[in-house]
């Protein structure tokens, strides 16, 4: 996916999403020539040494996923705060597979590696600087792995201290072997945002977040505008965790990282919720297990209280 940098933008720039941080600057993960990751940067200002937190979004999602756990990472914690959007969606552009990778332009292995990317040009700008990985979905499979290749390098990788996995998707499905042939019609430009946005809905099955409505139809609007993206949306799917899920004792093997993990037992992305979290923790006994009987896919979104306090109560020890 070619040579990478990392460069910020000006406050501005017009973006096709709304922002979450009203004055906050863009930076975008160049991987080609106009082809990008997008990022909102909460404090580009930030002092040396400041805790970032890199967050991004389970897919078929935008950066707005965050908007109400972002804003306290910014204000409570003292963080500065990096929401992504993931490639082929919201403000980062489309990819093409390559030659030069075995995986898919759209995979945990391809958002893992924007990540590292993005943490490479931060930490080579503040080499005191450490970091927090937030990932909802597949995308916290994707932060297991860009800290797991982090720890590979030891001394020269980047100082990542946390890991948020916000009802986290690891491994592959049961579920997964009907649902990849399906999505090949299920994701298509006509029909496709409506199917999502019905399927998205039933990811909360109990906590609606009360701008529910007013944030789904940004989302349908957005996928009905910029048509591919639905279909990236399939190609996400598609996609194998089985890297990921061979990275997770990975995790275990770092005592000295904090690892959260928040799971809805409602959640109906899980073909076993208790099969996965018992899995879970034996891979990686020393995490922290947030459950909630009535939760679904989104606790930061159904919670954001509960979770901005289990962050400060790990990691400031506040």
Request: with cysteine.
């Amino acid at each position: 996916m070619g040579n990478r940098s990392s460069a910020p933008a000006e406050a501005e720039c017009k973006v096709a999403i709304p922002r979450v941080f009203p004055s906050s600057a863009d930076y975008r993960v160049e991987v080609a020539r106009q082809t990008y990751v997008f990022f909102e940067d909460s404090r580009p200002d930030a002092p040396a040494g400041t805790t970032i937190a890199i967050c991004l979004p389970g897919i078929g999602d935008t950066r707005r996923q965050f908007r109400l756990l972002a804003p306290l990472l910014h204000d409570r914690l003292g963080f500065r705060v990096l929401l992504g959007d993931l490639r082929g969606f919201g403000d980062s552009t489309s990819f093409e597979d390559d030659t030069e990778h075995t995986y898919s332009a759209y995979s945990p292995e391809s958002v893992a590696s924007d990540v590292t990317s993005l943490m490479e040009k931060l930490g080579a700008a503040d080499p005191t600087c450490s970091f927090m990985l937030l990932g909802n979905s597949l995308s916290a499979g994707s932060m297991v792995l860009a800290a797991a290749a982090a720890a590979k390098m030891a001394e020269t990788g980047p100082n990542i201290t946390a890991v948020a996995l916000l009802g986290p998707i690891l491994r592959d499905s049961p579920m997964d072997v009907w649902f990849r042939p399906l999505s090949h019609l299920l994701f298509r430009p006509l029909y496709g945002a409506s199917i999502w946005a019905s399927y998205y809905k039933t990811l909360y099955p109990g906590k609606i977040p009360s701008d529910f409505e007013a944030e789904l139809e940004i989302l349908r609007t957005h996928l009905k505008t910029q048509k591919g993206n639905i279909m990236n949306v399939g190609r996400f799917v598609r996609a194998s965790k089985a890297h990921v899920e061979s990275s997770i004792r990975d995790l275990g093997k770092q005592p000295a990282l904090h690892v959260l993990a928040f799971f809805g037992k409602k959640d109906p992305d899980y073909a076993n919720i208790d099969a996965e979290m018992e899995w879970f923790t034996a891979a990686v006994p020393h995490a922290r297990l947030f459950t909630d009987d009535e939760g679904g896919h989104y606790p930061h979104l159904e919670n954001p209280e509960r979770v901005i306090t289990a962050i400060a109560e790990s990691f400031l020890g506040k």
